[in-house]
């Protein structure tokens, strides 16, 4: 077991040991780390295969839980496993307090950056299939997605933008609006936060790193907070 101590506790909490404890590290390593001048290589090369991992897992789940059409399977999986899903299972696994970054992005509150703990979730995923196969990972999964399953599953597997704009029609309003409220990061990595709003609701934020997964996001916030 790795002798960080934030490492140690990681492990505890997802309930898996590494083997190779270079694999956890290197998991847990944010590009901004050592200011370019870290020994251990950063964690985008697991993030690319973790992706893969939990779409794997993602499809297999709701294939076997539904009897819907591809349309809605993709529906549901794209719900699954973007930016912001990721985040929130990060979360639950507080992956947040092990990552290895700079004091600038700490600074800049990156513990908690969704585009960061999305990205961790990753590849700790990528990880986890490297060291212990498709069973670690699996674990990791049912452990912290359950929620998100679970969620799914009373938007009725409906994409959000589709189902707000529905139950604003239903109550007599306008087509929900939607407008960027910020932008920021580098241009081939770019996240958005897009506000939606129906008059009289009331508004929600989502933030994706693209224009259309913010407002998903955002449309399912609302949809949440609606009676």
């Known amino acids: 077991m790795s002798e960080n101590p934030q490492f140690i506790r990681l492990q505890e909490r997802i309930g898996y040991e590494f083997t190779n404890a270079g694999l956890l590290e290197r998991a847990m390593t944010h590009r901004s780390y050592g200011d ?30 539904s009897k819907a059409k591809e349309g809605e399977l993709a529906r549901k999986l794209n719900s699954l496993v973007r930016k912001e899903a990721c985040a929130r299972a990060a979360r639950r696994a507080e992956l947040g307090e092990a990552i290895l970054m700079s004091q600038a992005e700490v600074k800049q509150g990156g513990r908690e950056k969704v585009s960061i703990l999305g990205d961790v979730c990753e590849a700790l995923m990528g990880a986890l299939y490297l060291d212990g196969g498709m069973d670690a990972a699996s674990a990791f999964y049912e452990l912290f997605w359950s929620a998100e399953l679970e969620g799914l599953d009373k938007l009725g597997g409906k994409d959000p933008k589709t189902e707000l704009q529905e139950r604003a029609s239903a109550l007599g309003k306008d087509n929900p609006l939607y407008r960027v409220k910020d932008r920021s990061g580098p241009d081939h990595k770019p996240v958005f936060i897009i506000t939606v709003s129906i008059e009289d609701i009331g508004q929600a934020d989502g933030t994706g790193t693209s224009k259309k997964d913010a407002e998903r996001t955002a449309a399912k916030l609302l949809l949440e907070m609606m009676p």
């Open 36 to 65: 370019g001048r870290r020994m251990t290589a950063d964690n985008e090369r697991l993030e690319f295969l973790g992706d893969r991992v939990l779409g794997l897992l993602t499809a297999e789940r709701i294939f076997a839980a």
